[in-house]
């Protein structure tokens, strides 16, 4: 499996921005479709985005579409999520996963997703 570390949460006041980062290691990274899930406390969790192996295929949550942006670097083993026009309904602790299932695919659900980070936390402020 691959070794997932997200960084870049923290605290934002409504309308801020965040890019959170996900760095993979152990595989090769370009094997991997990629996706941010977020779990907010009492809650269940939930798709954010998704981004397939060449970056050229992104699905969006309607909740966070127009807002947030995913985005890759192959060559840095690392995937992004830009959040603009944060609300305070983004607080959350946000996760990246990865999946490397054969054919590819660009999956919503959590169960499509092998391996996943620990988390980081992002709290809007409002």
């Known amino acids: 499996q691959v070794q997932l570390v997200e960084s870049g949460g923290g605290l934002v006041q409504a309308g801020g921005s965040l890019r959170l980062s996900c760095a993979a290691s152990g595989r090769t990274f370009s094997r991997f479709s990629m996706g941010w899930f977020r779990q907010a406390p009492g809650k269940e969790r939930e798709f954010v985005a998704a981004i397939s192996r060449s970056g050229g295929t992104t699905s969006y949550a309607d909740s966070v579409k127009g807002r947030f942006t995913i985005s890759r670097d192959n060559a840095k083993n690392t995937v992004y999520l830009q959040m603009n026009s944060l609300k305070s309904e983004d607080t959350a602790l946000y996760y990246c996963?990865?999946?490397?299932?054969?054919?590819?695919?660009?999956?919503?659900?959590?169960?499509?997703?092998?391996?996943w980070g620990q988390g980081t936390q992002v709290t809007v402020s409002s």
């Open positions: 996963a990865a999946d490397e299932t054969w054919p590819p695919r660009v999956g919503r659900r959590s169960t499509d997703f092998a391996s």
